[in-house]
């Protein structure tokens, strides 16, 4: 089985409702990849109006419901929620933060139309190919020979004195390869956890300041890249190096 086809499995049927239960659109994943959205079952329409009816529903978590060997999870945005179904063997943290993640990018991009969207796809004729990205980023580890060439990556980038430490970090933000200090490394994990998967690639690095450095942090798919410059060198430093360790992985994966 190919890593696209394993990130593929974590959702098994994605759809798009409003806030009354009533289904907009539908895809699966699986081979059958027809959906009749009135066989959608009537208790995940009923829990989706009962969610969103309680005052306490949040938009910064994804909610999840087990049904016998399956588990239905349900994010709530402005102008929709968007509703999955998965296996219980799916690693829950991974498919709530890309549940989240394509839930903003959808409500980013789409939210004001969705507001007056009647279901017909000639309306919003994009939102295939974003949910595409969500669903084909893959989530689990670098294979061996991508790790190596992270850590070739990075060994070049110390090799430059103005740099003081390098990391390349999983969703999870447990670093994977790097000279990052222990020190730092619960900032970059609370830092990387609460944030977004990024289908593609940021735009520009995050800053984040961890003790007497200024730490930049640069997406790319499932990965971070984390770099600081010396304490008395500009941060400029590290921003143009963690943009080419960034733009050379976003090549290789």
Not at 63 to 75: G, R
Not at 205 to 230: E, I
């Amino acid at each position: 089985m190919s890593r696209f086809q394993e990130t593929v499995n974590m959702i098994r049927y994605l759809y798009i409702m409003k806030s009354d239960g009533d289904p907009l659109y539908g895809r699966s994943f699986e081979e059958e990849n027809i959906v009749d959205l009135k066989s959608l079952p009537l208790y995940v329409r009923n829990s989706v109006a009962l969610f969103h009816s309680r005052s306490s529903t949040s938009s910064e978590r994804v909610y999840t419901l087990e049904h016998e060997e399956s588990v239905w999870a349900y994010a709530f945005f402005h102008s929709f929620v968007l509703v999955s179904l998965s296996d219980k063997s799916e690693n829950a943290a991974d498919l709530k933060k890309v549940m989240l993640s394509m839930g903003r990018s959808i409500s980013q991009r789409f939210g004001e139309m969705i507001t007056s969207w009647s279901g017909s796809m000639s309306e919003i004729v994009d939102i295939d190919d974003l949910i595409d990205q969500y669903i084909s980023v893959n989530l689990g580890p670098p294979s061996k020979k991508l790790l190596k060439k992270i850590e070739k990556q990075i060994d070049k980038a110390l090799i430059k004195p103005e740099i003081a430490f390098v990391g390349v970090f999983n969703p999870s933000g447990k670093m994977i390869k790097g000279n990052i200090p222990d020190t730092h490394l619960f900032r970059i994990e609370v830092e990387i956890s609460q944030g977004i998967i990024n289908p593609v690639m940021d735009i520009a690095p995050t800053s984040v300041n961890s003790g007497d450095y200024k730490l930049q942090m640069f997406r790319v798919n499932s990965l971070t890249v984390v770099v600081a410059s010396q304490v008395a060198e500009s941060t400029l430093r590290a921003i143009a190096v963690v943009g080419e360790i960034a733009h050379s992985l976003y090549k290789l994966m």
